[in-house]
């Protein structure tokens, strides 16, 4: 844990270091999806670096198990995901929109999951979700609607632990007053091998290397406003280092830590990994 600590602290300044030596300018379409507030439900906790800018999110997956799956017979989950969202905006980025340069976000967007063991390394969870949200800055709330399907596989080849998940998801979003609803299409893939490195008060603790696909429509920025859709490929790859299993320091949840860096069609973005790496991997 101290070396892992150590090197945490020597890369976190050069991280913050290059996001403030990047010059200011205009977002390309790629990094306006990934600073989209509005749909921050979508995305991993995390603090990104695009273009110079620090957009921070912090997605809290609180949930209550409802009924235990076992091999099978389906179990079911309320989940009760919130998501915060602080955004560094410069005003080259707001001048057609008139939004303020910073806009702190925040949503809560309960659902259900139903959980359906295929096979003994095999999940499917179809699941629904529907909330509010609000960005404080500018006053305007909106509802947040979501819907799709996760599958969770995993593998043991000699001593790593593959874990492979995809996501088919329908995001909707509706402004109040007179903003046009906007949508979200994602289908994700993600892919993630685990290594055990130590144990931490009896917790053991792994290093991991991921990668991410999204294929996903362009939201926006932050509504559509009638343009064409548009799809692209996004891609992260990344390390994280942490708990190989839910664990605790003092009733305190240890969260994954690592670097990712996201990329595509006009796009490149550096970012902090807090937790798991994106949403499909999640247990």
């Known amino acids: 844990m101290a070396k892992g600590g150590r090197l945490l602290s020597a890369l976190l300044p050069l991280f913050l270091a290059g996001t403030a030596a990047q010059a200011q300018e205009l977002l390309t379409a790629g990094e306006k999806e990934v600073v989209n507030y509005a749909f921050a439900t979508q ?111 995993d593998f043991h080849p000699g001593n790593f632990t593959l874990a492979l998940g995809n996501t088919l998801v329908y995001a909707r979003v509706e402004p109040a007053g007179d903003q046009p609803a906007d949508d979200l299409f994602l289908l994700e893939t993600g892919l993630e091998a685990r290594h055990g490195l130590g144990e931490i008060r009896g917790n053991p603790m792994g290093i991991g290397f991921y990668g991410v696909l999204d294929f996903q429509n362009d939201p926006g920025f932050p509504a559509a406003g009638g343009a064409p859709t548009r799809y692209e490929d996004q891609y992260e790859v990344g390390v994280t280092y942490g708990p190989r299993e839910s664990a605790r320091l003092w009733k305190i949840p240890i969260p994954r830590i690592g670097f990712g860096w996201r990329f595509g069609e006009d796009l490149s973005v550096l970012r902090l990994v807090i937790g798991l790496p994106c949403q499909s991997l999640q247990r």
Not at 84 to 105: C, K, Q, R
Not at 133 to 147: C, K, L, M, P, Y
């Open 43 to 153: 995305l991993g906790s995390g603090v990104y670096s695009v273009s110079g800018r620090l957009i921070q999110v912090y997605r809290l997956p609180f949930s209550y198990r409802v009924r235990e799956e076992a091999p099978g017979d389906w179990g079911l989950r309320v989940t009760f995901p919130m998501t915060v969202g602080i955004y560094d905006f410069h005003a080259v980025d707001v001048v057609e929109t008139g939004l303020p340069e910073h806009m702190d976000s925040a949503s809560l967007v309960p659902g259900v999951e139903f959980r359906v063991p295929v096979l003994k390394d095999w999940l499917l969870k179809p699941y629904a979700e529907a909330g509010v949200g609000r960005e404080h800055s500018g006053n305007a709330d909106f509802r947040i609607v979501s819907g799709g399907i996760r599958s969770l596989a």
